[in-house]
Structures are given as C-alpha cells and as structure tokens.
C-alpha cells in the first residue's frame, strides 16, 4: 500500500535535484557573467566621475548592476525561498547630474551591490555551478566503465576524478566513484543551490542598520499619514460646523417663522423664503466644495490625469498639462498625487510671482512622476512651515520623494515621484 507514496516522493525528489542543477547551470553560464561585464562597467566609470564624464554614465550602469541584484534576489525567493533584503535610499530625479551620482556613491546599499559583483564572478559561480557538476560527472565515470577511457586516454592512462583508469577493473572503479557521487547529488544538490543563495545574502542584503533606518523612515511617515488624517477630520468638521452646518440651522430657523408669519405677514414670510432657499444654495454649494476637497468627484470617475487638468483650469493663472498616463494607479496614490500636486500649484500662485504654469504627468516603469514648472522669482524651499513641507510628508506615505529646483529669479520645477503600477 506503501509502494505508489514511495515512487512519488522519489519522482518528486528527481525532479527537485534535476531542477536545482539546472538552474545552478543557467546561474553559472547566462547570468553570473554579468556580473564580470557589469563590474568592469562600474569600476570604469567610477574611474572617470572625476574627470566629468563619469557623472554621465555611472547612473545608468549602477541601475543595471541593482537590475541585476533585484533578479537574483527575485530567483532566490522564487527558487529556494531565500529572502534577501534590501534598502536601497530614494535620489529625486530632480536632482542635478554631480548630486545624484554622489549620492548612489555614498548609498551603502549600492555599494554593497558593485561589492557583490566580484564574489558573484568566483565564489558565487563555483557554488552555481557545483550542483550540475555534482550530478552530471558520475555519468562520466559510467561511461569510463562502458569503454570511453580506451579512446580518449593518453599514454594509456586516463584519470577520473582520483581514480586513474588503466584497464577494465580500474575502470569499474570509477564508474563505482560515479555512483558514490549520484548518491551525493541525490542528497545535496539542491542544498549546493541554497547554498549560492545564502553566500548572496551574505553579501548583497542589507544589514540590520540600514533595516533599522527603513523601519525608522517608515514610522516616521506613518506617524505623519496619522497626524495628517487626524488634521484633516478636524478640518472637514470645522468646516461643516463653521459652514454649512451654520447655514442649515439659520434655514431651519427661517422655516420656523415663516410658518408663523405665512397667515399675519405674507410679504415678510417672502421675504423670508428667498432668504432661505439662497441659504440652501449657499450650503450646497460649501457641500459640494467640502466633498471635492475630501476627494474630487472626477478624480474618481476620470482618474488622476482629468482630474489635475480640471484642477488647472480652477486656477487663476494659465497652465498647461501633459498627461501620459497608460492607466490608473490606486485611488490612495491619485488620491495622494492629486492634492500634493493642488498643493503645490496654490503656493505657486500665492508666492511665486509667475504668468504662467506647467504640469507634467507621466508612468515610467514603476514610478509616477509629476512635475510643476512655474515662471516665477524663484527662491522656493522644503522646510518647517512650508506647504511643500506637507507635500513631502504626504507622498513619504507611500515612499514617494520630492525634489525642488528653485534658483533666485526662478523658475521654479518641483519633481515629485511616487512608486506605483498602472491598472
């Protein structure tokens, strides 16, 4: 009864070592000389940052080798469940050529990765490909026993392994050698596959350090998405109670003496009605204004790119917009790039002195990016008190950055990215 449980266990296990050596055989021949390719890259253009031209290609050629990094780390969750973290810190695409290469130079993580390159060449390709050797040379030695040794041995002698093979019986010897070593590939060739993977942790995932500033950044922002929410409750019932509120109950008063007033004073009681009924409008009106500052109407129905082009045309200034959106991302991001980017268009027109707006919307890979040129004095900043202030806070909730490029006597692009995938 026990019979068709064993031979499934033991298909299911070939299956396991067969798949393991071979994707230890693809690590070792399609990827890992990569990492040779993309190390020489790193190292020359390093090289050059000084002399200028580095600046130009060293971003780019730190992307691949963290392209690079993410894969393996991807395969060895995918393969062997090995998680291997990362922490990686955010560059504005703001920020000027010199700044964004010094800080991908001075992020731990990245380094960590170029680091990674030389031991992923030679430790790691011995540990890749180890498994398929494991499993594949016992077959040489059976076939050393099946009579190869007579046709490829010089000087009579042909070595397998240990084992010289000088004849028949020490050829048996070696196809015994082989089988010795099935066995062990039986047993440990997907543990040699755990092992490339956890010699890659070792060196490529972040430490408790940078984990420990990730958690910090993280409850930071959370803190601020709490207090932010909080502040807004408090904003929407102030306004209700202020405004409409105010206005529903001076309606309702009015109602009350118009009833008494209808039969003795009909001309009053008119009076009155029209009183009422502009209350009524009034109060539907700070309604409607309430519910789009909680979220716009066609922010939900049309999606982020109609709603920030309805935004601009609200605005007292002319704007222009450029949409290239090939989706939608989740009503909390739109939620949160909609009014980060009203946020920041009002401070242009309060504060910047400009004529004229720019607003650009566009879905890179995983990034959404947005950015608001004016034509204004310049001299805008991220600091305490500022609106741009919240609009960081705002889009560090969902790990998005802000970068600010403000000269005196302008103009003025605020660059805001916030990961995320179109729908």
């Given at each position: 009864m026990n019979t068709e449980p064993k031979s499934g266990r033991a298909r299911a296990r070939t299956r396991e070592v067969l798949l393991?050596?071979?994707?230890?055989?693809?690590?070792?021949?399609?990827?890992?000389?990569?990492?040779?390719?993309?190390?020489?890259?790193?190292?020359?253009?390093?090289?050059?940052?000084?002399?200028?031209?580095?600046?130009?290609?060293?971003?780019?050629?730190?992307?691949?080798v963290r392209a690079l990094a993410d894969k393996r780390r991807e395969l060895a969750a995918e393969w062997c469940g090995i998680r291997i973290p990362s922490?990686?810190?955010p560059v504005p695409a703001g920020a000027n050529p010199w700044t964004r290469t010094l800080a991908l130079l001075r992020d731990p993580q990245v380094r960590r990765d170029v680091l990674w390159l030389p031991v992923d060449m030679?430790?790691?390709?011995?540990?890749?490909?180890?498994?398929?050797?494991?499993?594949?040379?016992?077959?040489?030695?059976?076939?050393?026993a099946a009579g190869l040794w007579r046709v490829v041995a010089k000087d009579g002698t042909y070595w397998y392994g240990f084992?010289?093979?000088?004849?028949?019986?020490?050829?048996?010897?070696?196809?015994?050698?082989?089988?010795?070593?099935l066995v062990a590939a039986y047993r440990l060739t997907p543990r040699l596959?755990?092992?490339?993977?956890?010699?890659?942790?070792?060196?490529?995932?972040?430490?408790?350090?940078?984990?420990?500033?990730?958690?910090?950044?993280l409850t930071e922002t959370r803190r601020d998405a709490v207090d932010t929410s909080a502040a807004e409750l408090r904003r929407i019932e102030r306004d209700l109670h202020d405004g409409a509120q105010a206005r529903l109950v001076a309606m309702?008063?009015?109602?009350?003496?118009?009833?008494?007033?209808?039969?003795r004073d009909p001309a009053q009681a008119r009076q009155?009605?029209?009183?009422?009924?502009?209350?009524?409008?009034?109060?539907?009106?700070?309604?409607?204004?309430?519910?789009?500052?909680?979220?716009?109407?066609?922010?939900?129905?049309?999606?982020?790119?109609?709603?920030?082009?309805?935004?601009?045309?609200?605005?007292?200034?002319?704007?222009?917009?450029?949409?290239?959106?090939?989706?939608?991302?989740?009503?909390?991001?739109?939620?949160?790039?909609?009014?980060a980017v009203s946020e920041v268009l009002t401070n242009a027109v309060k504060h910047s002195g400009a004529d004229?707006?720019?607003?650009?919307?566009?879905?890179?890979?995983?990034?959404?990016?947005?950015?608001?040129?004016?034509?204004?004095?310049?001299?805008?900043?991220?600091?305490?008190?500022?609106?741009l202030a919240g609009v960081e806070r705002r889009l560090g909730t969902f790990d998005g950055v802000l970068a600010v490029s403000s000269p005196a006597g302008g103009p003025t692009l605020v660059t805001m990215e916030i990961p995320c995938v179109l729908s």
């Amino acid at each position: 009864m026990n019979t068709e449980p064993k031979s499934g266990r033991a298909r299911a296990r070939t299956r396991e070592v067969l798949l393991a050596a071979v994707q230890g055989l693809a690590l070792a021949v399609a990827v890992l000389p990569l990492s040779v390719l993309f190390l020489v890259l790193a190292l020359v253009s390093v090289a050059f940052v000084p002399l200028g031209v580095g600046i130009v290609t060293t971003p780019p050629v730190l992307a691949a080798v963290r392209a690079l990094a993410d894969k393996r780390r991807e395969l060895a969750a995918e393969w062997c469940g090995i998680r291997i973290p990362s922490a990686y810190r955010p560059v504005p695409a703001g920020a000027n050529p010199w700044t964004r290469t010094l800080a991908l130079l001075r992020d731990p993580q990245v380094r960590r990765d170029v680091l990674w390159l030389p031991v992923d060449m030679t430790a790691g390709f011995v540990t890749a490909l180890l498994p398929a050797v494991l499993l594949f040379y016992p077959f040489e030695g059976f076939a050393v026993a099946a009579g190869l040794w007579r046709v490829v041995a010089k000087d009579g002698t042909y070595w397998y392994g240990f084992v010289p093979v000088t004849g028949q019986p020490s050829a048996f010897g070696a196809a015994a050698t082989g089988a010795v070593l099935l066995v062990a590939a039986y047993r440990l060739t997907p543990r040699l596959l755990t092992v490339h993977f956890r010699l890659t942790r070792a060196v490529l995932g972040a430490g408790q350090k940078e984990l420990a500033e990730r958690v910090r950044v993280l409850t930071e922002t959370r803190r601020d998405a709490v207090d932010t929410s909080a502040a807004e409750l408090r904003r929407i019932e102030r306004d209700l109670h202020d405004g409409a509120q105010a206005r529903l109950v001076a309606m309702g008063m009015d109602l009350g003496t118009i009833e008494m007033l209808l039969d003795r004073d009909p001309a009053q009681a008119r009076q009155l009605l029209s009183q009422a009924r502009r209350n009524s409008v009034e109060a539907l009106e700070e309604l409607r204004d309430l519910v789009r500052g909680i979220h716009p109407p066609v922010l939900a129905e049309r999606g982020l790119g109609d709603a920030v082009r309805a935004l601009a045309l609200r605005l007292p200034l002319p704007s222009e917009v450029s949409v290239e959106l090939s989706g939608r991302a989740d009503a909390p991001v739109e939620s949160a790039a909609y009014f980060a980017v009203s946020e920041v268009l009002t401070n242009a027109v309060k504060h910047s002195g400009a004529d004229r707006l720019w607003v650009d919307l566009h879905h890179a890979g995983t990034t959404l990016r947005i950015t608001v040129t004016d034509n204004g004095r310049g001299g805008a900043a991220i600091g305490a008190g500022s609106g741009l202030a919240g609009v960081e806070r705002r889009l560090g909730t969902f790990d998005g950055v802000l970068a600010v490029s403000s000269p005196a006597g302008g103009p003025t692009l605020v660059t805001m990215e916030i990961p995320c995938v179109l729908s």
